[in-house]
């Protein structure tokens, strides 16, 4: 049996599907009411199925004539996607959250799992005893981490 989860992030995508458009506009309340959960839960689908890193833009606004507008990244051309990689990292960038962009770029197949490693290898803050391989402040790793990952995730775009 499907998560509730996975069953509503599918129909989203099948809403694409169905659609010409890149865009998609929903109610929280009425798909909250169609899956029988509660609204808190569309809100977990869309953080955890529909970031940026997954190629999705989300607007929303509350209230009783609220809504979500799930609009579905192209791009036309290797430098767009760079420059879009280079905005996901930013100027610095933790350990955890690379590994956890790099997952999601896995995930959405912009990747290959044998990448990933590569990169987390060579972003990887301390060696197999411990020791920090960057003799830097953290706040310098993290710059220094980003700059990197940029680097890489662009060469990789461009094949």
């Known amino acids: 049996m499907n998560s509730l989860t996975k069953v509503i992030g599918d129909y989203i995508v099948t809403l694409f599907d ?24 569309i809100n977990y689908v869309l953080r955890s199925r529909f970031s940026p890193e997954q190629g999705f833009l989300i607007q929303s606004q509350r209230g009783g004539h609220g809504f979500i507008r799930i609009m579905q990244l192209r791009f036309s ?15 610095a ?9 790099l997952a999601r770029l896995q995930d959405r197949d912009a990747i290959a799992p044998r990448e990933r490693l590569l990169v987390e ?8 005893n411990g020791r920090s391989l960057f003799d830097l402040p953290p706040y310098k790793r993290d710059t ?3 700059d990197l990952l940029k680097k890489i995730l662009v060469s990789l775009a461009m094949f």
């Open 18 to 41: 169905d659609s010409d458009s890149s865009e998609v506009v929903l109610s929280r309340k009425d798909l909250a009411k169609k899956f029988g959960c509660v609204p808190s839960q």
């Open 77 to 91: 051309d290797c430098d767009e996607y760079a420059e879009h990689l280079e905005d996901l990292v930013g100027n």
């Open 93 to 101: 960038i933790s350990e955890q959250d690379a590994r956890r962009l």
């Open 121 to 128: 290898v060579a972003i990887r803050n301390l060696d197999e």
């Open 144 to 146: 220094l981490r980003a």
